[in-house]
């Protein structure tokens, strides 16, 4: 099976994703969008006219089995070749984004393609047509729990506070960054806030072993993923009610989620106070990259045997 991949910037999970079905027996061909994307910047309108150009031409030159839209954005340059079947993958910035054209380009694109594909409940809810409910896979294999110390020692952070993680760049504005920093400073725990970004993805499971509550303060999410892989790490959390934090880890054990700061800045001084790691490990069963890929390789054989029956059924119509 060849499947052409479009995506507008990869993600470790898109990444995973790949490799999973790569290992499956599914060739695999991800084609990006031209140019650099970072923070809360876009691409311009050139690179994507340039992406148009090089999606025909690829498609032109290889014969795939099917075309799968890696996020809301790329679903139009799937949708404008009419020969192969689609699959569309939301990543939830798209379904869920603050930009009205966005969220309808999404829903547009869900409802024209041969298969839609959301990671989480809250997404079900917002798509309104018929889905495929895919957790994005976390990689237990490298996302899992190591000794604090021997952590600390490998990301060279010496101290013996306690260290609350805050995973992204502090500049981007939607995870807010000045609210960890103001529920850090009310919590009336000694508590070191670090900030970890353009670290290299593999790196970040030390990252969070070496931590001792991981705190996320977005305004919205479409996940986040790095919730996921702080369970796998047994890592307490701190968060915002975003994305699908709350089904995440709701019932996990020295957890928090709440939108208030009183509950946050209570879960901080509880979970410091304490010292104990959480038990998120068990609640992310069942969402593994391999469950991932078995799951994805049964979206597309059911969709080629779809277009196959119907081909099928068509040319008996015409009398082939």
């Not at 729990?145 to 952590?151: G, N, T």
């Not at 992204?168 to 920093?181: C, E, G, H, I």
């Not at 010292?275 to 049964?298: F, K, M, Q, T």
Request: charged share 30%; proline share 6%.
């Amino acid at each position: 099976m060849k499947v052409l991949q479009l995506v507008t910037t990869p993600r470790p999970f898109f990444d995973q994703q790949v490799s999973a079905l790569e290992e499956r027996g599914v060739d695999c061909t991800v084609l990006g969008v031209p140019g650099e994307h970072g923070g809360d910047s876009s691409r311009s309108p050139t690179a994507y006219a340039r992406y148009y150009r090089d999606v025909l031409s690829t498609i032109r030159s290889t014969e795939y089995d099917l075309v799968h839209a890696n996020y809301g954005l790329v679903v139009p340059f799937a949708l404008a070749q009419p020969t192969r079947p689609v699959v569309v993958t939301l990543w939830g910035t798209d379904l869920m984004s603050e930009h009205s054209w966005l969220r309808s380009l999404s829903r547009f694109g869900a409802r024209r393609a041969d298969a839609a594909v959301v990671p989480s409940r809250p997404m079900a809810r917002a798509l309104g047509t018929e889905h495929d409910l895919l957790p994005f896979g976390v990689d237990t294999d490298l996302f899992r729990p190591m000794p604090r110390d021997e952590a600390r020692d490998r990301v060279g952070w010496e101290t013996d506070r306690p260290i609350a993680l805050f995973p992204y760049d502090r500049d981007r504005d939607v995870k807010d960054f000045p609210r960890a920093r103001r529920l850090v400073e009310r919590a009336d725990v000694d508590v070191d806030l670090r900030t970890v970004s353009g670290v290299a993805h593999e790196e970040i499971p030390a990252y969070m072993n070496a931590s001792d509550v991981l705190l996320v303060t977005s305004k919205r999410e479409s996940g986040p993923m790095v919730v996921k892989e702080a369970a796998a790490c047994n890592l307490p959390i701190v968060s915002t009610d975003v994305g699908f934090v709350r089904e995440t880890i709701g019932g996990v054990e020295n957890c928090v989620v709440s939108d208030r700061d009183g509950a946050l800045i209570g879960g901080l001084e509880r979970i410091v106070d304490e010292g104990s790691r959480s038990n998120g490990r068990e609640s992310i069963d069942g969402l593994g990259i391999d469950s991932l890929g078995d799951r994805l390789l049964g979206v597309y054989r059911r969709v080629l045997d779809q277009c196959d029956g119907a081909k099928q059924r068509t040319e008996v119509g015409h009398g082939v």
